[in-house]
């Protein structure tokens, strides 16, 4: 395991814990190959995994099926269809590196706060568009093409955008932490701002107003 895998994990690891209690259903948006689905099944009461790849749903299915699982469960939907195919309320929404590729993202958080019980909490993270490698990705692919997945990129929001984007949805923003070294973090340590300039992620946590 890499050593950036192992800050992702141990920082996702830490605000489960934070919020996920044994009466939690948590709902995982975009949840990929499950691992914060799984991670989370260790606390709550029901862990309900969403992803748009049938691939993925299935590898989920039979990760859990192998793991004996009876809490955790994986269904194929997208994100944008979720609220009006599932008619259910969460304690605790996770959305790993999923919202900033999405055509609108006020919309998006204004469907979480629906699927949220009062109080509920969102857990996500989302490109940290203060670092200055993501300053130097923005240069290279305006010039180069590269690299290809900042193209598929639609939510380039700051800070102080996401956190009036979140307030219009209901949403009061709680924490904010940074992670993630980018490539030559050396050389990119020694450029002024200290970790809020340095590091590439953010993870936030929100609550939903009562």
Partial sequence: MSAAFQERAVIWATAIRAHVTADSDVLDLGCGSGIFSFAAAEYAKTVIGIDGSASMIALC?????????????????????VAQEMDRRFDVVLCSSVLEYLDDLPGTLKIIAHMLRPSGTLIFSMPNQ???YRS?????HRLTGRPRYFGLVKANFDSDQLRMSLDRAGLGLDSDVVFG??????????????????KTMRLYTATKFS
């Fill in 130 to 132: 203060r670092s200055w």
């Fill in 61 to 81: 299915n039979s990760d859990a099926e192998r793991r004996g699982l009876s809490n955790a469960f994986f269904e194929r939907h997208l994100i944008e269809n």
């Fill in 181 to 198: 070294n980018p490539p030559a973090s050396g050389l990119m340590g020694l450029l002024p701002g200290g970790a809020d300039r340095l």
């Fill in 136 to 140: 130097v990705e923005k240069v290279l």
